[in-house]
């Protein structure tokens, strides 16, 4: 198996977990969290790498209606870039939004090393209080009030489900940047970080970087392999997981309609 398929399978795994609900589905899976729906990465499609053959953007959109038809929303995770790029202009003229999320994995060292002495492994209500904050700052587009605490329950969803460890970086005595790491077992197999960020206004004195780097001295401390991180493809923050060390192993495509019928 590739690192990118490592890497995906333990992506989905983590989602599976989580759910509530599962159901196979002939090219892929079901993930159904009822007391969380409006969470989309955990009331979802996701579709299997390689895709068969013909099942296009309308197939796509037919099997989301009828697979997440009492949702308020659609939304579908295709591990198969190919078929996703094939069908991402007719989803998108049909009012679908597209993500692209790279997946990349740790294969080099750091441009320069972390701050030390501010981050620390925090336990899991410490990093819910800051996600919580981090999600009110830049909540997703049509969120309402109260949807940053189902995102921070979405988290502890993710977290309960699978072995994780919280940690975070303090500027003047204040916890500001955090991030979450993964892992498939308490020694050896994949590691991924997850939801890394730092507040806006502490942004920019390496904060991420202190945080994510204890994650990966854990992660390498438990033989790891491959320590692994996603990214929007659109955003910044990948050229920051690029100088320490990460290189991108492929994309991941995700599609959303808000607002279904």
Not at 23 to 39: N, S, T
Not at 123 to 146: K, S
């Amino acid at each position: 198996m590739s690192t990118l398929a490592t890497a995906l399978a333990f992506d989905r795994s983590l989602r599976v977990r989580a759910a509530r609900r599962t159901i196979a589905v002939p090219d892929g899976v079901v993930i159904l969290h009822d007391g969380l729906r409006p969470v989309h990465h955990l009331n979802s499609l996701m579709l299997d790498a390689p895709l068969r053959c013909g099942l296009d953007a309308g197939a796509i959109i037919e099997q989301a209606e009828r697979c997440l038809g009492r949702l308020g929303h659609r939304h579908v995770v295709l591990d198969d870039a190919a078929a996703a790029e094939a069908a991402a202009a007719e989803l998108e003229r049909a009012g679908w939004y597209k993500q692209r999320t790279v997946f990349m994995a740790l294969r080099g060292e750091p441009d320069r090393p972390p701050r030390r002495g501010i981050a620390d492994e925090v336990d899991a209500v410490t990093l819910r209080a800051l996600e919580r904050r981090l999600f009110e700052e830049e909540p997703p587009l049509g969120a309402g009030p109260g949807f940053a605490e189902r995102l921070v329950d979405g988290m502890d969803a993710l977290r309960g489900g699978t072995l994780s460890r919280c940690f975070a970086a303090r500027e003047e005595h204040e916890f500001v940047a955090g991030c979450t790491l993964f892992l498939e077992r308490d020694r050896g197999g994949t590691a991924l970080l997850d939801n890394v960020g730092t507040l806006r206004a502490w942004r920019g004195r390496g904060l991420a970087r202190a945080a994510v780097s204890a994650a990966i001295d854990l992660a390498r401390s438990a033989e790891c392999d491959p320590i692994v991180i996603p990214a929007d493809l659109d955003d910044w923050p990948k050229e920051l997981y690029a100088r320490m060390g990460f290189v991108p192993l492929g994309v991941q495509f995700s599609f959303t309609l808000a607002r279904a019928g």
